[in-house]
């Protein structure tokens, strides 16, 4: 992966319920922000269009973490592959031939001139000790997110949906060319809200993570673009640039 600028590091969550509040915010954020995350509650409320509508703004990352039969996956992602997303994603309890199955279209898009990059979902953050015993998940989550981690780079996965907290160990394990995306990102000074253990934007750099998400500090603030780049400042502050 080329060196990657502050920029094209901060990916914007567009959670809002309709296409137009989202190209609305898209609109404002232009040359603030490096990537649009559009999640389950927008395309399913709009399909596929709001991708296409958006794009011209920033690349997309299609946020809809599929998890299904192997050829089910693969259908899906093929359909979707036509709107040519930065990145999407699947969840890695899929299992090994899910994974495989998707990335091995991914490949195949890449080598007709397609840019996306395929992410697995780990352990969702969501999730505690007490929510895996009740799955017969071994471990504590960090310990499940890294051996999924694992097994998302065997299956040919280009990197992994991680907590922050998780970014610098998988970093370790799984290599420099494995592509970190973290969500939980709060600046300096904002409101947690409902994301339990957050990290800084430019901690989220220093432990090694390409990308990070920001939704609400950005998406809520009275001025998103403001707020944007104040992110942007200190990610830039951390990287010494
Ligand atoms: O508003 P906030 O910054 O908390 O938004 C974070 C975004 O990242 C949301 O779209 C949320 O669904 C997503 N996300 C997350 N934790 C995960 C995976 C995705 O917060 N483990």
């Known amino acids: 992966m080329k060196s990657m600028s502050p920029l094209d590091r901060l990916v914007v969550a567009l959670d809002v319920p309709s296409a137009n509040e989202a190209v609305a915010l898209a609109d404002s954020l232009s040359g ?5 995350k559009v999640g389950l509650e ?6 596929p269009d709001i991708v296409r509508r958006i794009q011209k703004y920033a690349p997309v990352f299609l946020d809809l973490k599929l998890h299904d039969i192997p050829t089910t996956v ?3 992602m093929s359909a979707v592959l036509d709107l040519d997303p930065l990145l999407i994603n699947i969840h890695a309890l899929g299992g090994l031939d899910m994974m495989k199955a ?3 279209t991914i490949k195949a898009h890449r080598q007709s001139g397609g840019r996306t990059r395929l992410l697995a979902v780990t ?8 929510a895996l015993e009740q799955l017969n998940i ?3 989550p960090s310990e499940a997110a890294l051996r999924l981690a694992l097994l998302a780079k065997r299956a040919g996965c280009d990197g992994v949906v991680c907590s922050a907290r998780e970014s610098a160990m998988t970093r370790a394990e799984c290599g420099d060319d494995f592509l970190l995306l973290t969500p939980g990102i709060r600046p300096l000074g904002a409101e947690t809200q409902d994301q339990v253990r957050v990290v ?3 901690e989220a750099v220093k432990s090694g993570s390409n990308w990070i998400v920001v939704g609400r500090p950005i998406t809520r603030a009275p001025d998103p673009a403001a ?7 200190e990610m830039a502050g951390a990287e010494g640039t």
């Open 42 to 47: 927008l395309f399913c409320a709009e399909g």
């Open 32 to 36: 603030a922000v490096g990537v649009l």
């Open 74 to 76: 693969k259908r899906a």
């Open 138 to 140: 071994a471990g504590e």
């Open 123 to 130: 352990i969702l953050t969501s999730m505690d000790s007490a």
């Open 227 to 233: 707020a944007a780049k104040a992110i942007l400042s």
């Open 200 to 202: 800084t934007p430019s």
């Open 102 to 104: 998707a990335s091995e």
